[in-house]
C-alpha cells in the first residue's frame, strides 16, 4: 500500500494521475497547504521542503522497510521504475523521458508558478514580472508544441511520466493567461491526455476532496511570506496512521 500525501494543486495531480495509470492501491492523507499543513512535523519528515506532493511506499521491491518520496519528478521516476511502466521500454526512450520530465521540474513547473504568482497573487501588480513569466510560459508552449508536430507524445510515440508531468500545468493554461488554439499540437495532446481514464479520475477525486479555491487571504500571508524553513507546527492533521512508522 501507498501513503500519497496531497492537495489538490498541479504538482499533486501528477502523483495522483500517476498512481491511477498504475492502478496500484493507495490512502489519501490530505495536507491542506491553505491551512499550513505542510508545516507540520510528521509531514516535514516525509518531505523536508515543506511541500506536496510525497509517498511513502510500505512494500517497495527488494526492502522491507518502507520508503519515503518527495519531489514530483522523484515520485513519478520510483514507480515507473517499481513497476516498469510509462518510462519507456529500452535505455534510449528511458532518457528521452527524463529528459522531458527533468525539462517540466526544472522548467515549465517553476516558471508557470512563477506566472500564477505574479498574474494572481503578488500583492503589488509588477508589469515587468508578469510580462517575462507570461513570456516564459508562452516560450515553453512552443517548445512542446513543437515537439509534439511531430511525435504523439512528449517522449516519442508512447505516453509517459514526461506526459503525466506537464499536463497539470497546462490544462489550467486561461490561468496561465496563454492561448492554447495558437497551440495546435499542444491542444492535441491536452485533450488526449484529458480524456484517459486515469486523468479523469484523479481529477474526479481532487474535485471531491477541495471543493474550495486554494489561495485565500488567510493562505497568502503565510503561502507567499516564507524566508525560511518553518519548524512551528501549525496542524496536527497530518497526524496519520503511519506516525510510527515515519518517526
Ligand atoms: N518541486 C516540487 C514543487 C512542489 C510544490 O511547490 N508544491 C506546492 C503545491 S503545487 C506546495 O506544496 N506549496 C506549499 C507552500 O508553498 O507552502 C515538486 O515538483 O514536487
Known sequence: MIDLYYWTTPNGHK?????????????????????????????????????????????????????????????????????????????EDKYKVIQWLTWQVAGLGPMAGQNHHFSHYASEEIPYAIKRYQNETSRLYSVMDHQLSSNEYLAGNFYSIADIACFPWVRIHEYQKQDISKFKHLERWLLAVSERPATIKALEIAKKINTKPTVNEKASSFLFNQNKITTKQQSNKAKSNYHDQIV
Not at 520508503?67 to 515507473?80: M, T
Request: no cysteine; net charge negative; aromatic share 6%.
Open 15 to 91: 502523483a495522483a494521475i500517476m498512481l491511477e495509470e498504475l492502478q496500484l492501491e493507495y490512502n489519501i492523507h490530505t495536507i491542506n497547504i491553505s491551512e499550513g499543513e505542510q508545516f507540520s512535523k510528521v509531514f516535514s519528515l516525509i518531505s523536508p521542503n515543506q511541500r506536496i506532493p510525497a509517498i511513502v511506499d510500505n512494500s517497495p521491491i527488494n526492502s522491507t522497510k518502507s520508503i519515503k518520496i518527495f519531489e514530483s519528478g522523484a515520485i513519478l521516476q520510483y514507480l515507473a521504475e517499481k513497476t516498469g511502466k510509462l518510462i519507456g521500454s529500452t535505455i
